[in-house]
């Protein structure tokens, strides 16, 4: 069991920054995989960034350029810098984990997510 909790979100100017940060507890050793999501009122649940356990990294093209994902093992945190930030940024963020679980399976970890609102 794996339990995620996000933290860093807040209401910022268009342009702005923000950090965001996800701290992992329980079994964090079967994590091989985290990333962060997001979703709009009314839109579905979208992936921002992700990062695999050799700190492989891909981003949605809507952010790409602007945020940046990383990971501290040591600290079992995961961060999102985001900067010049747009109001279509406005969401809810989630942290997700992917962990083994077992021989041949692996269970999909959700935070309870954090308010990003980009506005003037």
């Known amino acids: 069991q794996v339990q995620l909790v996000e933290s860093g979100g807040g209401m910022v100017q268009p342009g702005g920054s923000l950090r965001l940060s996800c701290a992992a507890s329980g079994n964090i050793f079967s994590i091989y995989s985290m990333a962060w999501y997001r979703q709009a009122p009314g839109k579905q649940r979208e992936l921002v960034a992700r990062?695999?356990?050799?700190?492989?990294?891909n981003y949605a093209d809507s952010v790409n350029g602007r945020f940046t994902i990383s990971r501290d093992n040591a600290k079992n945190t995961m961060s999102l810098q985001m900067n010049s930030l747009k109001p279509e940024d406005t969401a809810v963020y989630y942290c997700?984990?992917?962990?083994?679980?077992?021989?041949?399976?692996?269970?999909?970890?959700w935070g309870q997510g954090t308010q990003v609102t980009v506005s003037s």
């Open positions: 997700n984990a992917i962990g083994g679980t077992g021989w041949d399976q692996e269970s999909d970890y």
């Open positions: 990062i695999s356990a050799g700190d492989v990294t």
